[in-house]
């Protein structure tokens, strides 16, 4: 789903000056498919009883009333609102308006709300438990698309996100192990992330290697140096060097018993804490600091930011590997952020999906997170509709997150523009 985009044509004629769009009908499209699978679901699959949704578990303080929803009745509903919302945003692009964001976000509640009430037919859907697992899920992502905003802002392409995580998660396991202790891991993973960057920008800045290649090529390396460790070392001495311990939940005082919102956000372990501090630290840092402003310029028109004395190269060079960093710290929640061992290739493409959340928050680190938790609650999904013995083919569950990253960057949630300088080496003349 996406909204429209108006792009002004100008076409001069003698004595006048008219303005033509380009109108994308790609919001009305999304619209209809959604609404027709809806649609499907009521008519060719109905399925009878009702739905609970709980909003609370048995150790709240306080405990919210559970929603108890007419499957039938409820999915009917939603066929018609999403209808009427497909017809208003086809008459919008008639008349050569934009499908506002408003528009986009209630079709999705709509839809999710139908899809959700149908899957869950004559079971309870525990919304706690899906909304906790998705922020969970999305912890390593919303790291590594912070990684992708500050490094893309800055003009490089980081697609070695995966291969920071990966070290990030292998680091932290090791380091821990041995320690006993979380903390010297959580270093570590920041440091073998930094690494990694530090050998994109040399390549990329230094030596004018493609960005693309020098990505891939760094992702093979480290999943083959990662696998390779694993199988000869760490698996032959799992006791000392793969038993990393785990940093304990801990729910923050008062904010943690706000219904509803405080066993979603609030009780977690500093991983994810650490997670929120470093979202509104590059927000603030990248629109309304120097840093920031220096970073921009960079990656929008290095040679004005050369001539106004900023070391181009310089600047990129330690963003890139500050983003580096930023994705190690997110490889510890493989590892000692969940208490599980390292395994090969245990982040299973997670990078290549904060890059795609870079993409769908057009280079913005609020709306990449919040894009990010998108693909956390699509991934978790799969596991909340199989415990309550949801008709829907694991198969199917097992696609959406990667289903919804190829909507993602196909555009169908808007036109995205990188920054301008994004992707090119700077050759001062």
């Known amino acids: 789903m996406t909204t429209n985009t108006e792009t002004p044509l100008v076409a001069s004629q003698p004595g006048a000056l008219s303005t033509t769009f380009v109108t994308s009908w790609k919001a009305p499209i999304a619209f209809g498919i959604f609404t027709v699978i809806a649609l499907a679901l009521a008519a060719l699959a109905p399925r009878a009883g009702e739905t609970i949704y709980r909003w609370s578990r048995e150790t709240d303080v306080i405990q919210v009333p559970d929603l108890v929803v007419p499957v039938m009745t409820a999915l009917w509903l939603v066929v018609i609102v999403l209808a009427v919302m497909t017809l208003y945003s086809v008459l919008l692009v008639r008349s050569e308006r934009r499908v506002p964001l408003w528009l986009i976000v209630l079709f999705a509640i709509a839809f999710m709300f139908g899809f959700l009430t149908w899957a869950g037919a004559g079971a309870d859907l525990p919304m706690i438990g899906l909304l906790y697992g998705s922020l969970s899920l999305a912890v390593p992502l919303i790291f590594g698309s912070l990684a992708g905003v500050i ?200 990078g290549f999906i904060a890059l795609a959340a870079v993409i769908f928050g057009q280079w913005d680190p609020i709306k990449a997170t919040l894009a990010a938790l998108l693909f956390g609650f699509a991934s978790n999904l799969q596991n909340t509709l199989s415990v309550i013995g949801s008709p829907v083919p694991s198969e199917f569950m097992l696609m959406l997150p990667y289903i919804v990253t190829i909507f993602a960057v196909a555009g169908f949630v808007g036109i995205s523009r990188p920054p301008a300088a994004d992707g090119k080496p700077y050759i001062k003349s």
């Open 151 to 350: 490094g893309e802002r800055a003009g490089v392409v980081n697609i070695a996100i995966e291969g920071q995580l990966l070290a990030g998660a292998f680091t932290a396991a090791v380091v821990a192990s041995i320690t006993g202790n979380p903390w010297p891991g959580l270093v570590a993973a920041m440091v073998a992330g930094m690494l990694v960057g530090m050998v994109l920008a040399v390549f990329s800045i230094k030596y004018y290697v493609d960005q693309i290649i020098v990505g891939v090529v760094l992702n093979v390396l480290v999943i083959g140096l990662t696998s390779f460790f694993y199988s000869q070392v760490l698996a032959p001495n799992a006791a000392t060097l793969n038993t990393p311990p785990r940093f304990e939940r801990f729910a923050i005082p008062i904010l943690g018993d706000i219904p509803i919102i405080g066993p979603v956000l609030f009780r977690h372990t500093i991983v994810v804490y650490i997670m929120y501090i470093a979202v509104a630290l590059v927000y603030v840092g990248l629109f309304h600091t120097r840093w920031g402003l220096r970073l921009r310029a960079v990656g929008e028109h290095p040679q004005a930011a050369d001539t106004v004395g900023i070391n181009v190269n310089r600047t990129r060079f330690w963003n890139v590997t500050l983003a580096g960093a930023i994705a190690g710290l997110g490889g510890t929640f493989f590892t000692i952020g969940s208490g599980i061992a390292f395994n090969r290739e245990m982040t299973a493409g997670a």
